[in-house]
């Protein structure tokens, strides 16, 4: 996906984007609820979700998402967390991403 900027969504419509299978809308409603969420458990429960999709565009985004997360909120269930990301480590899909939210992680998470 390319760089945009990803307007503030609200829960309800992060759900219905959720929901409807459209990679594009799961992808954006993801970094919106990652950057802008007020909920960062929720949104770390989402990216993890995500995170088990069988589409790469998708779990690349939640891997990302994961990371953002750390950086904005600055907390998130780091074992859980990084536990699921290092399941990717080796999928050439998404490796790039997951180390990028490992590095996140890492630095802006105790």
Same mark, same amino acid.
Not at 30 to 40: R, T
Not at 83 to 90: D, G, I, K, S, T
């Given at each position: 996906m390319d760089y945009k900027d990803y307007p503030k969504i609200n829960r309800n419509d992060a759900e219905i984007a959720f929901a409807s299978g459209d990679v594009r809308s799961i992808c954006e409603a *993801?970094?919106?609820?990652?950057?802008?969420?007020? #909920?960062?458990k929720w949104a770390q429960n989402k990216c993890l979700e995500f995170l088990r999709s069988e589409n790469s565009d998708i779990k690349g985004v939640a891997a990302i998402g994961l990371g953002h997360i750390a950086r904005v909120h600055r907390q998130l269930d780091k074992e859980k967390v *990084?536990?699921?990301?290092?399941?990717?480590?080796? #999928?050439?899909a998404i490796s790039g991403q997951v180390e990028d939210a490992i590095d996140d992680i890492n630095m802006f998470v105790p």
């Open positions: *993801l970094v919106s609820v990652s950057l802008y969420g007020e #909920d960062g *990084l536990a699921a990301l290092r399941r990717h480590q080796h #999928d050439v």
